[in-house]
């Protein structure tokens, strides 16, 4: 399997709301950072996607375009989702759920060696995204 569609699969497993086969596509000890820096995998990555699972059932993403070279890809992509679950925020906080849409597209970074994801990186608007859940002034 390619690079690229060992990447897409990662990102079927989140559409389908299956964090566990989402994990299932990374290497043990994988390197994965987001918005909010690096995540302790497995356990930290588990309550990143689960919290954005509850957060935003159904969620989506869609590929807009991905450049693969070797064992690396890059996608880019939109991520779209209501959150109908309450979010919790970097600071501690919970924001209770707000019935909002968000979009957010997004760029993510992939190596992967032996079929399985070593390292993914995620690079995204978190204050834009926050801003949209916010109500209107």
Same mark, same amino acid.
């Given at each position: 399997?390619?690079?690229?569609?060992?990447?897409?699969?990662?990102?079927?497993?989140? @559409?389908?709301? @299956?964090?566990?086969?989402? +994990? *299932?596509?990374? !290497?043990?000890?994988?390197?994965? =950072?987001?918005?909010?820096? &690096?995540? &302790?995998?497995?356990? %930290? $990555?588990?309550?990143? +996607? /689960?919290?954005?699972?509850?957060?935003?059932? %159904?969620?989506?993403?869609?590929?807009?375009?991905? $450049?693969?070279?070797? @064992?690396? $890809? !890059?996608?880019?992509?939109?991520? $779209? %989702?209501? /959150?109908?679950?309450? +979010? #919790?925020? #970097?600071?501690? *906080?919970?924001?209770?759920?707000?019935?909002?849409?968000?979009?957010?597209?997004?760029? %993510?970074?992939? *190596? =992967?060696?032996?079929? *399985?994801? =070593?390292?993914?990186?995620?690079?995204?608007?978190?204050?834009?995204?926050? !801003?949209?859940? /916010?109500?209107?002034?």
């Amino acid at each position: 399997m390619s690079s690229r569609a060992i990447a897409e699969s990662y990102f079927r497993a989140l @559409d389908a709301g @299956d964090v566990e086969a989402a +994990l *299932r596509c990374f !290497a043990p000890g994988a390197e994965f =950072v987001s918005p909010l820096g &690096p995540l &302790p995998f497995p356990d %930290g $990555v588990r309550a990143y +996607l /689960q919290g954005f699972d509850v957060s935003f059932p %159904g969620a989506r993403v869609t590929i807009t375009n991905a $450049v693969e070279a070797g @064992d690396q $890809v !890059a996608i880019e992509a939109l991520w $779209v %989702g209501k /959150q109908t679950g309450p +979010l #919790p925020l #970097p600071d501690g *906080r919970t924001l209770a759920p707000t019935g909002r849409e968000a979009r957010a597209p997004f760029a %993510g970074l992939f *190596r =992967v060696r032996d079929g *399985r994801i =070593v390292a993914h990186r995620a690079y995204w608007d978190l204050a834009g995204f926050l !801003a949209q859940l /916010q109500p209107a002034a």
